[in-house]
């Protein structure tokens, strides 16, 4: 598990790590996992630049995996789509 203090420096993150997250969190919204094909679809990145984000972005606490797919990871903020 992460620490908190490197959940919140969002300066750490790529660009299309930010992408790839707010993906994620679009799709969370509607209560279900976001698969790398969805998650490419949405954002238009390959689908190996994808799976790489969402590594790194899971091993980072910020997502979490759930079989072939992730859900959001800890965080104290509202969505609001």
Not at 26 to 40: D, F, G, I
Not at 57 to 71: E, F, I, N
């Amino acid at each position: 598990m992460p620490d908190e203090e490197s959940l919140e420096d969002v300066q750490e993150m790529t660009a299309a790590d930010m992408t790839v997250y707010e993906a994620v969190a679009a799709l969370n919204t509607k209560e279900r996992p976001a698969t790398v094909a969805e998650v490419a679809a949405m954002t238009g990145l390959p689908e190996d630049d994808v799976r790489r984000c969402l590594d790194s972005l899971a091993k980072g606490g910020r997502l979490v995996p759930k079989g072939d797919a992730y859900t959001l990871g800890t965080h104290d903020w509202g969505l609001e789509y």
